[in-house]
């Protein structure tokens, strides 16, 4: 059977040679006599499996000694607790709402002391992020948080918010890994693996260690970052089958040249949708320009049975999960790193003809 495009925002495509690779890995890894997800998280094979991740996404992402790199379980919406839990050591944090989920983010810091929302982009309907300066910050916020990506509206900051002191947190589910990134300027980068990464199970964060030993006494075990940090994670079973999956990943994206090559690829392939949408006379596309996303192309025709109709041949075409998040509607294609360039030209070539045949 043919494998189909799938653009689906999360869980999501994984770099076919992976996928390869880990099928000829599965029933006897590297000699071992079984499957990764038969070994223990103990085994000397495990313990070269989670240093090889650790150190190739120190690679990728150039992150400085004096940064934890923390995989863990529990999804991005387990760190919407950590976050607070671990960093909120004064009692008070701003939050930038820049979409769906940057807004759980801050409903869930609500529940442990004083979060502020210091910047919405509500009044434009989310396609824009909002703009900051220092002074929009509290002087005493523990940290910022922000939502560098947004899965759902497909905007991404263009910007790097300037906290001065303030540690910046980082919510990079749906971007990490697809171009370089400065750590440096951030106290903590947190992803959910399964947009960009690994399957579903996996959360990886990268915490500055000055930042650790400040959760608060009642923060779960599990929770405590300065715990699994201890740990090199594994303080309890990690998700090991997922680990090695986003390891094998990292190498993926190594053997291409890394992140600058990465961005490289992401950039052109993202214009070419992006170009056919700024010509097109049928479809639209919904973020702002300045803060169009490289992962999450959001796009609609402003009439929502054509947005279906639309939906229903891409999928005959081999063009799958297109359909936009439930609570925006309109279509959505997630393109991330394993999202092959040709799949977005198979795309673009299918609406261009879905265009002809439907514009009035
Ligand atoms: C998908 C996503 C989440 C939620 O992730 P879970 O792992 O399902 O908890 C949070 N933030 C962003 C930016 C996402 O894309």
């Known amino acids: 059977m043919a494998r189909v495009y799938n653009f689906a925002a999360g869980p999501s495509s994984l770099p076919l040679e992976v996928l390869e690779r880990a099928a000829r890995e599965m029933t006897d890894y590297n000699g071992s006599g079984m499957s990764v997800m038969e070994m223990s998280h103990r085994s000397k094979w495990f313990d070269a499996i989670i240093k ?3 150190a190739d996404l120190r690679k990728l992402m150039n992150i400085p000694d004096n940064y934890s790199v923390l995989f863990m379980q529990g999804g991005a919406s387990t760190a919407f607790a950590a976050i607070p839990l671990n960093f909120m050591k004064n009692g008070k944090a701003d939050y930038i709402v820049s979409g769906n989920f940057s807004k759980k983010a801050y409903e869930e810091a609500l529940k442990y002391g004083d979060a502020r929302v210091c910047a919405s982009g509500k ?3 989310f396609s824009e992020i909002p ?32 906290t001065g002191d303030i540690p910046l947190i980082a919510d990079m589910s749906s971007c990490i890994i697809s171009e370089p990134v400065d750590v440096t300027k951030f106290g903590v980068i947190y992803a959910g693996a399964q947009k960009n990464m690994a399957p579903a199970g996996l959360t990886v964060a ?40 986003a390891g094998l990943v990292y190498k993926w994206i190594l ?3 890394g992140l600058e090559k990465m961005q490289e690829i992401n950039v052109k392939k993202a214009a070419v949708l992006y170009d056919y949408l700024d010509s097109s006379k ?20 402003g009439d929502a049975e054509l947005d279906a109709k639309f939906c229903a041949e891409a999928t005959e075409n081999g063009l799958v999960n297109i359909k936009g998040h439930r609570s925006v509607g309109g279509m959505r294609a997630s393109i991330y790193n394993a999202m092959p360039t040709e799949g977005v030209e198979k795309l673009v070539e299918f609406m261009e003809k879905f265009e002809k045949e439907n514009l009035k």
């Open 52 to 54: 090889a991740a650790e």
């Open 131 to 162: 703009e900051i300066k220092r002074s929009d910050i509290r002087t005493d916020a523990d940290y910022l948080h922000i939502c560098f990506n947004n899965t759902i509206y497909g905007t991404k900051f263009n910007y790097i918010p300037d």
């Open 123 to 125: 009044d434009n309907g």
């Open 282 to 301: 049928l479809f639209r596309p919904v973020a702002a320009k300045k803060c169009r996303s490289l992962m999450n192309v959001t796009f609609v025709t």
């Open 206 to 245: 990268i915490v500055r260690r000055d930042l650790l030993g400040y959760a608060r006494e009642i923060t779960p075990t599990m929770l405590n970052y300065q715990i699994l940090s201890d740990n090199n994670s594994l303080y309890n079973t990690p998700p090991c089958y997922a680990i090695y999956i």
């Open 255 to 257: 053997s291409l040249g």
